[in-house]
Structures are given as structure tokens and as C-alpha cells.
């Protein structure tokens, strides 16, 4: 399971074997089943999880009691509540499996101890937050300047497998938008 992170991490940073090992080390192999909360809310996030296979979802609960996706994510990549993983602070964010889900998690003890033994592995712990800013920004910014429609489109055109792998319930709320206007809109395109 280690060779896909390995594959990323070597894509942009030189490890030596030393820190190859350290990576296979601790970042620890766990998989969780469709429809299982990994995290619970109310809770400091316990990893950082990257995923090998599979699709995750953070989601809150609003005060009608209705579930509000915030982010969808897809192999390869890196997925915890960030801002409080970071910070060591109670998220008010589920971390859910939507699908079956093989991961690598490490805890924020073993990731700082990763980062002060390998500067590699410092630069690349880096890039990795750079661009989850990055990514938080322009979906910021097309939540704000985009229609429900240009939205879904964009999702199609940029994360085909989130379309195909996650439920349109999950799809309408990250999008920002009812699951019955997605309906709408998917039938529009269809046709």
C-alpha cells in the first residue's frame, strides 16, 4: 500500500532509504468499510490520512439536523480536517468512508517527527498544506462566482470518478445546491 505515497512523495522530493523507511514506518495501513465514520466530530482529528483507494467526505450536521458536505476527496491524495488536525483543535466535521477506502493515516506526533528528521519530507509536508490552501481558495471562489450548473460541470470535467463513485446526495451538497436541482441540472445535460 506504501508504493502509491511513494510514488507522490518521489514525484516532486528525493527520499534516501532511510527515509523511505521512515515513511513505511509510520504511516500506517488501515481500510474502513462503505458508510463508516473514520472520525467523529466533537473530536480533535486523530491522522492524516491519505488515500490509497476509495472516497472520503467531511460533512457537519446544521442545526436542522441536515448533512452538509464540505469535502469530497479522491485517490491519490490527502484528507483530514485540516485546520484542526494542524492546530490540535475539536473539529465540528465527520471524516466518512463513502466507499470502501484502503488508506495510509499518521498521527500528527509521528508527522512532526518525520518532518524534523527529513527535510524532504519537510518540504513535501509543505507543498501538500500549500496546495490544500490552494484548493480551498478556488472552491471558495467558484462557490462564490459560479452557477449550480458550471459548478457540476467543472466537478464532471475536473473528478469524473467522484460522478460515477459518490452518491448524488453528497455531489448536491458539496456543490452547494438541493440533490433534486442536481437531478434537474444531470437530466438538462443528459438531454
Same mark, same amino acid.
Given at each position: 500500500?506504501?508504493?502509491?505515497?511513494?510514488?507522490?512523495?518521489?514525484?516532486?522530493?528525493?527520499?534516501?532509504?532511510?527515509?523511505? =523507511?521512515?515513511?513505511?514506518?509510520?504511516?500506517?495501513?488501515?481500510?474502513?468499510?462503505?458508510?463508516?465514520?473514520?472520525? =467523529?466530530?466533537?473530536?480533535? !482529528?486523530?491522522?492524516?490520512?491519505?488515500?490509497?483507494?476509495?472516497?472520503?467526505?467531511?460533512?457537519?450536521?446544521?442545526?436542522?439536523?441536515?448533512?452538509?458536505?464540505?469535502?469530497?476527496?479522491?485517490?491519490?491524495?490527502?484528507?483530514?480536517?485540516?485546520?484542526?488536525?494542524?492546530?490540535?483543535?475539536?473539529? #465540528?466535521?465527520? *471524516?466518512?468512508?463513502?466507499?470502501?477506502?484502503?488508506?495510509?493515516?499518521?498521527?500528527?506526533?509521528?508527522?512532526?517527527?518525520?518532518?524534523?528528521?527529513?527535510?524532504?519530507?519537510?518540504?513535501?509536508?509543505?507543498?501538500?498544506?500549500?496546495?490544500?490552501?490552494?484548493?480551498?481558495?478556488?472552491?471558495?471562489?467558484?462557490?462564490?462566482?459560479?452557477?449550480? #450548473?458550471?459548478?457540476?460541470?467543472?466537478?464532471?470535467?475536473?473528478?469524473?470518478?467522484?460522478?460515477?463513485?459518490? !452518491?448524488?446526495?453528497?455531489?448536491?451538497?458539496? *456543490?452547494?445546491?438541493?440533490?433534486?436541482?442536481?437531478?434537474?441540472?444531470?437530466?438538462?445535460?443528459?438531454?
Amino acid at each position: 500500500m506504501h508504493d502509491k505515497l511513494l510514488q507522490h512523495i518521489y514525484s516532486g522530493h528525493d527520499l534516501s532509504q532511510e527515509e523511505t =523507511e521512515a515513511v513505511k514506518k509510520y504511516f500506517e495501513p488501515v481500510s474502513f468499510s462503505k458508510n463508516t465514520i473514520i472520525e =467523529e466530530a466533537g473530536r480533535i !482529528p486523530q491522522y492524516l490520512y491519505y488515500i490509497v483507494s476509495g472516497y472520503l467526505r467531511l460533512f457537519y450536521t446544521d442545526e436542522n439536523g441536515h448533512e452538509v458536505t464540505t469535502h469530497i476527496n479522491c485517490p491519490p491524495g490527502f484528507f483530514t480536517s485540516y485546520s484542526d488536525y494542524i492546530n490540535s483543535t475539536v473539529s #465540528e466535521n465527520n *471524516l466518512e468512508a463513502i466507499t470502501d477506502a484502503q488508506l495510509l493515516r499518521i498521527s500528527q506526533e509521528n508527522l512532526n517527527f518525520l518532518i524534523s528528521q527529513s527535510q524532504a519530507m519537510k518540504d513535501f509536508s509543505i507543498s501538500i498544506f500549500q496546495q490544500s490552501i490552494t484548493y480551498n481558495e478556488k472552491r471558495s471562489r467558484e462557490l462564490s462566482v459560479l452557477n449550480a #450548473e458550471q459548478r457540476y460541470l467543472k466537478l464532471m470535467n475536473d473528478y469524473p470518478g467522484i460522478i460515477q463513485n459518490v !452518491p448524488i446526495q453528497y455531489i448536491a451538497s458539496f *456543490l452547494g445546491m438541493k440533490p433534486e436541482s442536481l437531478s434537474r441540472i444531470r437530466r438538462k445535460i443528459i438531454n
